[in-house]
């Protein structure tokens, strides 16, 4: 089935040719053609032009976007979205002035979301996990990695890499999974760290790698979390079954996990609130992608990644929502792109190649998605009458989306 958008106000990020990432200065330019037309079939983009060449068609489906603009769907790269109940009430604790890591330390945080993961049923895990993930397809988001670590016990942490395997046969959006196994020390491990090291490593890889659970691995590789040592064994491990790095560091503290990640071939590092300038040397001549997540920020007031001095070292940058129940209960792209725009001083042109291109690449998904190009999937939305794409960020806590399609098909 043929479909055709006409009178397109402006068709965004449109590249004829395959890019994986765009870095550095190439981030300022965001590729558009006004007055457009968009040609899908079934599930894939077929062409696109200015409306002044647009060929004729016949017995075909048309959609017309007068004073509307398109946009590829958004690429969040980096979430937690399986996961059971909330953290509200640490919500009103860090109001009352209690910190992220004092919560933790009395057991809330990561043990208190792993807690409630273990009695809640894979079921209505699945449940829970379904309805963020609509939620976040209705604010325009096309391909999303979704991670486990609220498990923290072999069987746990299989029920929610099983329970991502069941969004990706329901859902047909391109859906990547991590295995994070390493999350936190459960606190029967506490003063035994090297047993958890042991379970992640000899009991819960080989289980997720056999039973084809997960793409990727992650680390939360921080101050009293996960060791720079500790993350290159699992690392390494995780090397033997395929999956690739894609690491949380420099979210606290600065202590070389983002160099163990770049050497091991990391895809991403990912949060970079705390950058020192070797940090920012480390990145560059790499293929890791460097992944910012500014609603982490804003919702724990801690610092933004310093996209500019990314940016100006030549660097790329990708924007995700980590949402997640204790750091970032928002999976809405659209405030990510506007905080990045507000607070990090991105651009909108550089907060949406952010959030597109740089998203898919961050999830090995250039090639797919991220972008309207020929091939690709037909995943985009209309926004609704706005008189410029900078309008999208500008009127940050407005959904200017007016409707959102997955292989060409509006849902
Ligand atoms: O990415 N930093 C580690 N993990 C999550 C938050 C964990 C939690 O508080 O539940 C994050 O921010
Ligand atoms: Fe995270």
């Known amino acids: 089935m043929t479909t055709v958008l006409i009178n397109i106000k402006e068709l965004i990020q449109v590249r004829d040719t395959h890019i994986q990432k765009?870095?550095?200065?190439?981030?300022?330019t965001l590729p558009?053609?006004?007055?457009?037309?968009l040609v899908i079939e079934n599930d894939r983009i077929m062409g696109y032009g200015s409306m002044d060449n647009i060929p004729s068609f016949s017995s075909v489906k048309t959609i017309d976007c007068t004073g509307k603009m398109v946009f590829p769907t958004w690429c969040d790269s980096h979430t937690h979205i399986v996961y059971a109940g909330n953290r509200e009430q640490e919500f009103v604790d860090r109001i009352n002035g209690l910190t992220y890591e004092e919560i933790a330390n009395r057991g809330g945080g990561i043990l208190n979301s792993a807690k409630k993961l273990q009695e809640t049923s894979e079921d209505e895990l699945y449940q829970q996990s379904r309805k963020r993930l609509e939620e976040i397809q209705q604010l325009g988001t096309g391909a999303v990695?979704?991670?486990?670590?609220?498990g923290l016990t072999v069987a746990a942490e299989l029920k929610i890499l099983r329970v991502i395997k069941r969004l990706q046969e329901n859902y047909h959006i391109p859906i990547k999974a991590t295995f994070l196994g390493a999350h936190a020390f459960p606190k029967a491990y506490k003063e035994n760290q090297e047993a958890y090291i042991n379970l992640v490593i000899e009991e819960m890889l080989p289980k997720v790698a056999e039973e084809r659970l997960a793409d990727f691995v992650d680390v939360f590789c921080e101050t009293g979390y996960f060791s720079v040592a500790q993350t290159e064994r699992i690392m390494e491990a995780a090397k033997q079954y395929g999956l690739q790095p894609k690491i949380h560091v420099n979210q606290f503290t600065s202590i070389g996990g983002l160099q163990a990640s770049v050497q091991h071939g990391a895809l991403s590092v990912d949060h970079l609130e705390i950058m020192k300038p070797e940090d920012i040397e480390a990145l560059k001549g790499s293929e890791t992608m460097p992944v910012a997540l500014p609603?982490?920020?804003?919702?724990l007031s801690i610092p933004y990644t310093p996209a500019r001095e990314l940016i100006e070292a030549g660097l790329p940058v990708a924007l995700a929502t980590d949402f997640n129940p204790g750091s970032t209960p928002s999976?809405?792209?659209n405030f990510v792109v506007a905080t990045a725009c507000i607070k990090m001083k991105m651009t909108p042109e550089e907060a949406i190649n952010a959030a597109t291109i740089n998203?898919?690449?961050?999830?090995?998904?250039s090639n797919e998605v991220g972008s309207i190009t020929k091939g690709k999937k037909a995943n985009f939305f209309?926004?609704?009458e706005i008189p410029s794409y900078g309008f999208l960020p500008y009127s940050f806590g407005s959904n200017v989306i007016d409707s959102v399609f997955i292989n060409g098909k509006q849902i």
């Open 145 to 150: 990695e979704i991670k486990s670590g609220y």
């Open 331 to 333: 999976g809405n792209m």
């Open 382 to 384: 209309i926004t609704k």
């Open 295 to 299: 609603s982490c920020s804003y919702f």
């Open 359 to 365: 998203g898919a690449y961050a999830m090995n998904l």
């Open 32 to 37: 558009t053609i006004k007055n457009a037309f």
């Open 22 to 28: 765009v870095s550095g200065k190439d981030m300022a």
